[in-house]
């Protein structure tokens, strides 16, 4: 069983940044992908940024280059640093892991994810 418990949502301003932090229960970390998936009203659910054991990370298009993802295996934290914040970004955000064998075509399925956080809420205003 892995628990997972996220922090650092909030409201700002569009342009501004926020940095979500996600810590893990569980004994191997470091083999877990982490990811985030955001989750807006009327919308469905959106893979956003993942982080894997070897260090790679992985982004969807919409946040590549304002969005960065990085892990503290020694903490068992995996962070999302959000710059440049849009009104589109506003959602709950959750931190997810899935803890079984690395699948590359899996990672950004969000269905795909084991065991998920309780979320936070990001709200951008124009």
């Known amino acids: 069983q892995v628990q997972l418990v996220e922090s650092g949502g909030g409201l700002v301003q569009a342009g501004e940044s926020l940095r979500l932090s996600c810590l893990a229960s569980?004994?191997?970390?470091?083999?877990?992908?982490m990811g985030w998936i955001r989750h807006a009203p009327g919308k469905e659910r959106e893979f956003v940024a993942a982080?894997?054991?070897?260090?790679?990370?992985y982004y969807a298009d919409s946040v590549k280059g304002r969005f960065t993802i990085s892990r503290d295996n020694a903490k068992a934290t995996v962070y999302l640093q959000m710059n440049s914040l849009k009104p589109d970004d506003t959602a709950v955000y959750y931190c997810?892991?899935?803890?079984?064998?690395?699948?590359?075509?899996?990672?950004?399925?969000?269905?795909?994810?084991?065991?998920w956080g309780q979320g936070t809420q990001v709200t951008v205003s124009s």
């Open positions: 569980g004994r191997t970390f470091s083999s877990y992908t």
């Open positions: 982080s894997i054991w070897s260090g790679g990370t």
């Open positions: 997810a892991a899935q803890v079984g064998w690395y699948v590359p075509s899996e990672l950004r399925a969000w269905m795909k994810y084991d065991y």
